[in-house]
């Protein structure tokens, strides 16, 4: 597991600390407009996911799936600099939006989360008839990155993309839980500790507002959403019991996308670092956990979906480079 000679990863000066690199884009790095077309794809179950097409709309144009991570969107810098970079290639991408994470709260009691690939499935499947003649690709980041895996472990074979990367996976999810409460990594779990919680308070008062009386019901059967601090905290009282676990350790053990990584049988390229914050290095895949079709590139630094270098005056972007360049090399 180590990364490719031909595309070594070295941050930019300035910008070594695992913890810059986390923090680049969500706070300094400005993101392009994009001209995007959303579509509101109607879930089995009632509920929807907001698609935001990008790029040329040609039948048989390349198409790549982009799945964000945790408190993300399809506005993630991440998701538009990588649709920005498919698109100067001539190919097409259309960003997901996990449930709720499109600006409008969803219509169900239940969340996203990172074992949500029965949504993916859904998404794919719509994405494949839409498209049929396109060779489809997917990339997920973080949270995104373990749903691909999971549902690629799950599919096996019957896999309907051409290829898949996944960047910055959470591959245990119990043991992110227990990494995010460590060192400087607390201040990314108070971080995600409100955004999830203002998550779930939106819902509610969405709720309210439309008189959703059963959704409602299912909210306040919570109990009180005070003193959660953890994801142990949140994920047992809330991500558990919305979602049809029977506690945070079910959940982690069904979710977690190391369990299913020997059944995935499409060619996937996994980009890591091994100074990501939120993940123990005992928590990787061994290479004998991996197919042949996967390539594991393990980076001595790059932080969670960080990857920053070339300067602070003029920073470049590493997996807008590397990924459509691995994906273009699987068409």
């Known amino acids: ?30 993101s392009a407009a994009l001209s995007r077309l959303r579509e509101r794809l ?17 039948t048989s144009t390349p198409l790549v799936l982009v799945l964000h991570g945790l408190t993300g969107s399809s506005s993630s810098p991440y998701v538009i600099g990588l649709q920005q970079a498919l698109a100067g290639r001539g190919w097409a991408s259309v960003a997901l939006n996990w449930r709720g994470c499109s600006g409008e709260p969803n219509l169900l009691a239940r969340s ?7 949504d993916l499935a859904e998404a794919i499947d719509h994405i494949r008839a839409s498209r049929p003649q396109a060779p489809l690709y ?16 799950e599919v096996g074979s019957a896999s309907q993309l051409e290829a898949a990367v996944a960047v910055s996976v959470p591959f245990r999810l119990d043991h992110c839980a227990d990494r995010i409460g460590l060192g400087f990594s607390k201040v990314y779990q108070a971080h995600f500790m409100r955004a999830m919680l203002a998550y779930v308070k939106d819902k509610q008062r969405h709720f309210r507002h439309h008189d959703h009386q059963e ?15 953890t994801f142990w905290d949140f994920d047992g009282r809330v ?19 190391r369990y299913f990584l020997g059944e995935n049988r499409t060619p996937t390229l996994i980009i890591h670092s091994s100074d990501d914050p939120f993940v123990f290095s005992h928590s990787l895949p061994s290479t004998n956990e991996l197919p042949p079709q996967t390539t594991f590139e393990l980076h001595a630094r790059g932080g969670h ?6 300067s602070l005056r003029n920073p470049g972007y590493y997996l807008e480079r590397r990924i459509p360049q691995w994906l273009a090399g699987n068409l």
């Open 1 to 30: 597991m180590s990364p490719s000679p031909s595309s070594p990863f070295k941050p930019a000066l300035g910008l070594g600390n695992p913890h810059m690199q986390t923090l680049w884009g969500p706070l300094w790095r400005k």
């Open 42 to 58: 109607w879930l089995t179950d009632g509920d929807f996911l907001d698609l935001d097409w990008h790029g040329p709309h040609e």
């Open 112 to 118: 996203y989360h990172s074992g949500a690939s029965e």
């Open 138 to 153: 997917a990339v997920g980041y973080s949270l995104g990155g373990n749903v691909l895996l999971k549902h690629l472990g």
């Open 215 to 229: 959704g409602l019901a299912a909210l306040e059967r919570l109990g009180s959403l005070e003193n959660l601090r």
């Open 239 to 257: 991500t558990a019991p919305l979602n049809g676990f029977v506690d945070a350790k079910d959940y982690y053990r069904r979710a977690s996308s």
């Open 305 to 310: 979906v960080g990857f920053v270098d070339g």
